[in-house]
C-alpha cells in the first residue's frame, strides 16, 4: 500500500511540474508517509489528489480573508492537507519554505546627457 500511495504522488507531482505547489504538498505526503507507512491508505481513498488538496487550502483560506487577501501558515496549510486526506495526528514537521526571490536591482541611468563630461584630451 505504502509504494502505490507514493507512486499515486510522484506520478501527480510529474505530470504537474509546472505547478510548484504540487511538488511542495507531493514531497511533504511523501515524507510523512514513509514515517507513517500506516496512514498510506488515507492517501489511496477515492479520487483524493494533491491538486483537490490545493483547493480545500484555497476554500479555507477565504473563509479567513479580509480585504480580498488571505494567508495560511505553512502548519495550518499542512493541517488542511490532513484533514482533507483524513490524516490523523499531529504535522511531523514541515518543510523549509523556500527563499524569497529577490528581485533584480534596479540601475539608475543619468536623467540629464549634461550629467556626463567627457574631453579627448582626457585621453592623451
Given at each position: 500500500?505504502l ?40 492517501v ?62 534596479r ?18
Amino acid at each position: 500500500m505504502l509504494s502505490d500511495a507514493i507512486s499515486k504522488l510522484k506520478a501527480e507531482i510529474e505530470s504537474e511540474k509546472k505547478k510548484p505547489y504540487i511538488k511542495v504538498i507531493g514531497d511533504f505526503l511523501i515524507q510523512h508517509l514513509e514515517a507513517n507507512p500506516e496512514q498510506a491508505e488515507n492517501v489511496m481513498t477515492g479520487d483524493k489528489t494533491i491538486a483537490k488538496s490545493l483547493e480545500a487550502m484555497k476554500a479555507e483560506a477565504k473563509k479567513n480573508q479580509q480585504n480580498g487577501m488571505a494567508m495560511l501558515t505553512d502548519a495550518e496549510g499542512f493541517a488542511i492537507v490532513f484533514k482533507y486526506f483524513g490524516i490523523k495526528g499531529a504535522i511531523a514537521s514541515t518543510p523549509a519554505p523556500a527563499a524569497p526571490v529577490q528581485a533584480p536591482k534596479r540601475i539608475e541611468q543619468p536623467t540629464d546627457a549634461s550629467d556626463f563630461e567627457i574631453n579627448l584630451e582626457d585621453f592623451l
